[in-house]
């Protein structure tokens, strides 16, 4: 079998595959976020072993030998680690909001424009650059006891494989450091943003990515296992999204536009970013939003309404949801995609008395499909769209989505990140597998075409409130 390891945010897993791509079984472990005042931070030990659990408890159930893993994970935030992969303060999460201010002072000194135009990466407060100045400035015991500042899967490769010094791969390094022309860090960016003397923690890039023999936690020893790209890049790999145009929305915790392209535009408006892959002439044009799952997740425990009774009430009210709009930007570090406020926040208008639950809970969706709709405008989708992630669960909200993009999606169900893990790993050690049976739609959501007519007018609606809340947030 085949096994990859997807280390997400919230969730831990591990899912394992015969040679067709048939998902067998996934094991899925928690891991805790600790969230105050804007920082948002995790355990790595508890991560770690959340991933020793699932690989151990994935083995047991599917006993066939594994021939081999390849793993993912969540990408940004700043994993400090000591020369053993070990942790010397918790990791600092890509949601961690602590360097607004760094951020704010960027974006008006010229700054976070002269960082986009030299890598393509828009710099948001939960990544390596904002993150790792203000630990410098703020808590430089920490980096001073570090010996690399890494990413979440490079922190679970080398404590797998034993590796004597921590690597992170080209997707992961996109952001913000690396110059995509030439795959390597840029060091005029890391003395842009203060860090030159601490050049010595950015972990070295390996291209193509690192492989390594596990050494018998969680994998069978000897187990073939490639730490490659992060979640974003793995899951459009599981996606089969490797065609120019061709793009992919990722509904999770956030939403996340990928379009594959062989092109780098620098121009335009600062936003998102250019992912590398292991191809040199491929990348992916990225617009990772903030908001996604999240903040339908925040509206369902205020109203009171179960994960399971949404595709219900999106029966009960019409598109339009009566009035009700929601503009869904909720996470305390504002926006990254596709564009940088910091200190965006949601706005719920047009609620009155008479506005139910059903009502707040199509509008929010509404409000998230307007946001997707958005990131892969500024993306430069033009070919067909898949979609994956734990929102395309709904059938009522993936018929919706469809909707308001107003085009088909290709929905691919399963573990897609763990799946674009293994085909990454299988590229790295030359076996063959069959990307377009691995990668297949598991079905086609047409849109109706008198509500996607309706949700055209209704997005050009959503980007007038949005201009005009993008202008009180920086007052």
């Not at 991560?47 to 990408?75: F, I, K, M, S």
């Not at 395309?392 to 085009?407: F, Q």
């Not at 996607?452 to 609606?461: D, L, R, S």
Request: proline letters at 7%.
């Amino acid at each position: 079998m085949y096994v990859g390891i997807d280390v997400g945010t919230s969730m831990v897993k591990a899912a394992a595959f015969d040679a067709t791509g048939r998902q067998l079984a996934v094991e899925a472990r928690p891991v805790g976020l600790d969230l105050r005042e804007g920082r948002v931070e995790q355990d790595m030990a508890e991560v770690y072993g959340a991933v020793v659990d699932v690989l151990g408890a994935l083995t047991a159930r599917v006993p066939d030998g594994v021939e081999l893993a390849g793993l993912t994970g969540q990408g940004d935030g700043v994993w400090l680690v000591d020369a053993e992969g070990r942790p010397v303060r918790p990791a600092a999460s890509w949601m961690d909001g602590r360097a607004h201010e760094l951020l704010d002072q960027w974006l008006a000194d010229g700054t976070f424009e002269t960082v986009f135009r030299r890598t393509g990466s828009a710099m948001f407060p939960g990544c390596p650059g904002p993150l790792l100045a203000w630990f410098d400035r703020y808590e430089p015991g920490s980096l001073d006891a570090a010996t690399a500042a890494v990413y979440c899967k490079d922190m679970v490769f080398q404590r797998l494989t034993g590796a004597a010094r921590a690597a992170t791969d080209v997707s992961d390094a996109s952001m913000p450091f690396l110059d995509p022309r030439t795959r390597s860090y840029d060091n005029r960016v890391v003395e842009l943003l203060g860090l030159t003397h601490r050049r010595g923690l950015l972990a070295p890039v390996s291209d193509p990515v690192a492989a390594g023999e596990a050494h018998g936690e969680g994998l069978p020893p000897g187990t073939p296992l490639a730490n490659g790209p992060y979640d974003l890049p793995a899951c459009a790999l599981g996606a089969g999204v490797t065609r120019p145009g061709d793009g992919l929305l990722i509904v999770g915790t956030c939403l996340a536009a990928l379009v594959a392209t062989s092109e780098l535009d620098l121009t335009g408006e600062p936003a998102g970013l250019y992912i590398s892959t292991d191809r040199p002439d491929h990348r992916l044009r990225a617009m990772p939003a903030m908001v996604g799952t999240a903040a339908l997740d925040w509206v369902l425990s205020t109203t009171g309404v179960r994960h399971d009774e949404v595709d219900a009430l999106l029966a009960e009210t019409p598109p339009g949801a009566h009035g009700v709009r929601v503009l869904p930007y909720f996470a305390p570090s504002g926006e990254r995609a596709p564009f940088v406020e910091p200190r965006l926040r949601a706005e719920l208008t047009g609620i009155c008395l008479e506005s139910t639950p059903a009502d707040l809970i199509r509008a929010t969706c509404e409000g998230i499909g307007y946001a997707a709709r958005h990131c892969l405008a500024a993306a430069g989708l033009t070919g067909t769209l898949a979609v994956c992630g734990g929102g395309t669960r709904s059938p009522a909200w993936t018929r919706l989505l469809a909707d308001v993009l107003g085009r088909p999606l290709r929905v691919v169900e399963g573990e897609v990140g763990a799946r674009g893990a293994v085909l990454a790993a299988a590229e790295r050690y030359g076996v063959a597998l069959d990307a377009d049976a691995w990668t297949r739609p598991t079905l086609v959501v047409e849109p109706d075409a008198d509500r996607a007519a309706y949700y055209a007018k209704g997005y050009e609606e959503h980007l007038e409130r949005l201009a005009e809340a993008r202008a009180r947030a920086r007052r």
